[in-house]
């Protein structure tokens, strides 16, 4: 409009105020020539044509921004609708999961039953909130090893190397290294599948977390350069006895493979962050529901899965055994739970020895990598 005003006032008054009065002044002893006073007028017309032209414009435009405005504001308005709709549901779907506390704790029958049979056939959100009702529930001890059975074998070296490079590495981090050997071992598993998987799913909450520790300023280069460590790491063949200069030129060479790699790698983080939130939230009960692995926690969970970790964080209800402020129904059912946890490892462990090994490693992650759910 600012515009569009000042051409509106050069079509009425075309020439300076003191220009004017000459002329009037001229007029006065000479009379007007009415071909000039004719051109004049026809100026004066086009002037204010073009200015009233212009100043449609500038209305036309302001109008315009306007109803972009109103329109910006009728979607904003609608998301916010939608947002506060689907924050409504994913507390209601937490509150019903909370009333399964009245149920009791989850039998070691139970628990056994799904430890051996964990594929089930069920939707997405339907194994959310039966491994979510079961750590709201907690779990109650029992005769392990009767129940464990054949499910038991023999003592892995594997496993008491894997435990041993894990306490080395807590000692002296080196997180290329305890990714690499975490990979490297799942891949090559061998012993009780279960106790492994709860063996893995510390390392991976470690992992995540020594990740996590890599943020601000620096850390987008670290991680770029981690992310290409690992990835020649995991290409021995290409990459081995290789200067750095001729590095650079295969990395060139495997832009393509190295962009998938980077892809995974940033699926694998997603669903490592997610199990690091349930440790923190919920606590041991993470540890022996067999649902809370890395890969159950990537793109096959919903968008509102965190949401509703944090609204049963947030609207579980006070503890009665364990009293204190801020103390929830997960801190009562975290002592019992982790009297499970070992129970339950120990019976699946093949010797002593491994025993050892497997006890002292989940005691030095409790003391090192502690969840918010202290007993």
């Not at 079509?11 to 105020?17: E, F, N, Q, S, T």
């Not at 002296?172 to 709860?198: F, T």
Request: proline share 4%.
């Amino acid at each position: 409009m600012t515009h569009g005003s000042a051409l509106w006032g050069g079509g009425k008054d075309v020439l300076p105020r003191a220009a004017v009065q000459v002329d009037e002044e001229e007029n006065e002893e000479e009379e007007e020539d009415p071909q000039q006073a004719g051109s004049q007028q026809a100026g004066s017309q086009a002037g204010s044509q073009a200015g009233s032209q212009v100043g449609s414009q500038a209305e036309s435009q302001q109008v315009g921004s306007q109803e972009e405005d109103q329109e910006t504001a009728e979607e904003k308005e609608l998301q916010a609708r939608k947002k506060a709709a689907a924050q409504l549901k994913v507390v209601k779907r937490a509150q019903v999961l909370i009333g399964r506390i009245a149920e009791g704790r989850v039998s070691p029958s139970e628990l056994f039953e799904r430890i051996s049979h964990p594929n089930l056939s069920l939707k997405a959100t339907e194994q959310e909130d039966l491994a979510l009702g079961w750590i709201l529930r907690g779990f109650e001890d029992g005769a392990w090893s009767k129940l464990v059975g054949k499910q038991k074998t023999n003592a892995a070296p594997s496993t008491v190397s894997f435990l041993q490079l894990s306490a080395t590495l807590d000692a002296r981090p080196n997180l290329d290294r305890r990714d690499l050997n975490l990979n490297n071992s799942i891949g090559n598993s061998e012993g009780s599948r279960y106790l492994l998987e709860v063996i893995y799913k510390v390392e991976t909450i470690k992992c995540a977390k020594e990740w996590l520790t890599h943020t601000g300023p620096g850390s987008g280069s670290y991680k770029q350069q981690f992310n290409t460590r690992l990835f020649q790491a995991e290409n021995p063949r290409t990459f081995r006895n290789l200067t750095d200069a001729a590095k650079s030129r295969k990395m060139k060479e495997f832009q393509e493979e190295f962009k998938e790699f980077k892809k995974r790698r940033e699926e694998l983080i997603t669903a490592r962050n997610r199990l690091v939130s349930c440790w923190d939230y919920f606590g041991t009960g993470v540890l022996i529901h067999p649902f809370f692995i890395a890969p159950n926690l990537g793109d096959k969970r919903g968008k509102t899965f965190r949401s509703l970790l944090e609204a049963l964080s947030r609207l579980a209800p006070p503890a009665e055994e364990v009293q204190g402020a801020g103390r929830t129904r997960f801190h009562d059912v975290e002592e019992r739970n982790r009297s499970v946890l070992h129970g339950l490892l120990k019976a699946l462990c093949g010797d002593d020895a491994e025993r050892r090994e497997v006890k002292k490693y989940v005691n030095n992650f409790y003391a090192v990598w502690p969840s918010r759910i202290i007993p």
